[in-house]
Nanobody, 124 residues
Framework: QVQLVESGGGLVQAGGSMRLSCAAS????????MGWYRQAPGKQRELVAR???????NVADSVKGRFTISRDNAKNTVYLQMSSLKPEATAVYYC??????????????????WGQGTQVTVSS
């Protein structure tokens, strides 16, 4: 069973910085696309950033230039460095590990795991 454990959340003032970490158990990490998602109260979960097994990154436009995703395969850990935080960044942040493959003209999901989430609160 794969476990994803997030850490690093908490309370920060607007304009501050915070780094989230997600440690993965098992042997899937290096071949997974790792992502950070967030869900604010009353809103849908949204992608913040993701990084593929080949280190290609994708960052949401709303946080581009302020948030950076990175991974350390030796530590089975993915990071989300957040700077210039705004109150609208307040949400529960979730770590995700996914692997898809293409066969017969369509994509399939090999696995899709989620962490329990960590609360980030940005005060104004």
């Amino acid at each position: 069973q794969v476990q994803l454990v997030e850490s690093g959340g908490g309370l920060v003032q607007a304009g501050g910085s915070m780094r989230l970490s997600c440690a993965a158990s098992g042997s899937i990490f290096s071949r997974s696309t790792m992502g950070w998602y967030r869900q604010a109260p009353g809103k849908q979960r949204e992608l913040v950033a993701r990084i593929t097994s080949g280190d290609t990154t994708n960052v949401a436009d709303s946080v581009k230039g302020r948030f950076t995703i990175s991974r350390d395969n030796a530590k089975n850990t993915v990071y989300l460095q957040m700077s210039s935080l705004k109150p609208e960044a307040t949400a529960v942040y979730y770590c995700n590990a996914v692997k898809t493959y293409f066969r017969g003209g369509r994509y399939y999901t090999d696995y899709d795991y989620w962490g329990q989430g960590t609360q980030v609160t940005v005060s104004s």
